[in-house]
Structures are given as structure tokens and as C-alpha cells.
């Protein structure tokens, strides 16, 4: 019966290291010098804001970024993790 449950715990580890490699995390900056937002229509991303978050994504270590209108980035840029 012990090796059994030795046996599980080490299964359902493996199977949470596996998934944390392969599940990548966006991350919202929040610290950016500009919002994603438009004066006359704030739901309104331009590309040239698309381009400015993608840079600073990449500044700041990930691997590409947009601007954000999803309910927990909203008006922030949403930046992409590096794949491992």
C-alpha cells in the first residue's frame, strides 16, 4: 500500500512539472510609460500602440506584447513568455 501511494504522490508531481514547462504565463505591465488607450473611444487599439507595448515587452525580457482589452490587462500591454 505504501509503494502505491509513493508511487501516485510521484506521478501527480511529474505530471505538475510537465505541465509548468509547458504552460507559458502572459504577464500584464502595468509600471508601462504609456496606456493603451484611445482619448475619443477607449475600447479602440491603434496599431501604432500594438507596436509600442511590443516593444516594450521585448525590452523588458518577453517575447512580444500587444496592447490589452481582456478584463484583467485592460488598457495595459499584455506581454507573451519566452518559450523554454
Known sequence: MNRLILFLILCFTFLL???????????????????????????EVTHEENVQ??????????????????????QYCLCHEKEL
Open 17 to 43: 512539472i510537465i505541465q509548468k514547462a509547458t504552460v507559458y504565463a502572459d504577464i500584464c505591465l502595468h509600471n508601462e510609460r504609456s496606456k493603451c488607450t484611445q482619448a475619443r473611444n477607449a475600447n
Open 53 to 74: 507595448c511590443n516593444h516594450l515587452c521585448i525590452q523588458s525580457g518577453h517575447a512580444s506584447g500587444h496592447c490589452s482589452l481582456s478584463s484583467n490587462c485592460f
